[in-house]
């Protein structure tokens, strides 16, 4: 059992550039969601989903596309990436929506804009 | 969103409990307290949660005040393997969005 999988470990853009960092879960969990996470900032939610074709914003959205086409995948994508945006980013995945569901993080995709 | 209060940093000497506290003075009756833990810079990992009562489990024990305006995560042998930074955090009850703050940053001293 993976649990939850991210891709690529390590990126380093250009300003501009685009890309997408890649989430996946083999727990059958309906809720995804991705945060950022900073020096001194703890971790903050860009985006998340509740369910196959259904996602929303977090604290800190702007700069950053989601979409869930299946319940296994929910990519984050950059579309013009900026220094603002260097940072580790995680995805976690709940079984449920309720408050006894609790997350599993990935290992983190760290990204460097330059 | 309820928010969380906590010492950034705390030391404990190996073998001995690690207390560590949260402030949740603006928690709602049906909000729950999660823990979480980051060793270096790995994803965070769970470690319990609880609602009034005190929670029990293989990796530590939960106390939550009676008026739920604080708790205190106890691990109760420390060992160097738990320095990591621990997360108090409140879940929202409407969502399933958790909100992180910046955690106590522990340190277990041989």
């Known amino acids: 059992n993976a649990g939850v999988t991210q891709t690529p470990k390590f990126q380093v853009l250009k300003t501009g550039q685009s890309m997408t960092l890649q989430c996946a879960q083999d727990?059958?969990?309906?809720?995804m969601s991705w945060y950022r996470q900073d020096p001194g900032m703890g971790l903050r939610l860009i985006h998340y989903?509740?369910?196959?074709?259904?996602?929303d914003q977090g604290e800190v959205p702007n700069g950053y596309n989601v979409s869930r086409s299946t319940t296994e995948d929910f990519p984050l994508r950059l579309l013009s990436a900026a220094p603002s945006q260097t940072s580790v980013y995680f995805c976690?995945?709940?079984?449920?929506?309720?408050?006894?569901?609790?997350?599993?993080f990935g290992n983190g995709t760290r990204l460097t804009v330059t | 969103d309820a928010k969380t209060t906590q010492p950034p940093s705390m030391d404990c000497a190996e073998g001995r409990a690690a207390n560590l506290p949260c402030n949740h003075s603006?928690?709602?009756?049906?909000?729950?307290v999660y823990w979480y833990r980051q060793i270096h810079s790995q994803g965070p990992q769970y470690i319990i949660h609880?609602?009034?009562n005190n929670e029990t489990n293989e990796m530590a024990s939960l106390i939550i005040t009676e008026d739920r305006k604080s708790s205190t995560l106890i691990l109760p042998h420390a060992t160097l393997r738990d320095t990591a930074v621990y997360y108090c955090?409140?879940?929202?009850?409407?969502?399933?969005?958790?909100?992180f703050g910046t955690g106590t940053s522990l340190t277990v001293i041989p």
């Open positions: 976690a995945s709940s079984y449920g929506q309720g408050p006894r569901s609790p997350l599993h």
């Open positions: 727990m059958n969990h309906e809720y």
């Open positions: 609880g609602l009034k």
């Open positions: 603006t928690i709602s009756g049906n909000e729950y």
């Open positions: 989903s509740v369910g196959a074709g259904i996602t």
């Open positions: 955090i409140v879940r929202v009850a409407t969502g399933n969005q958790f909100y």
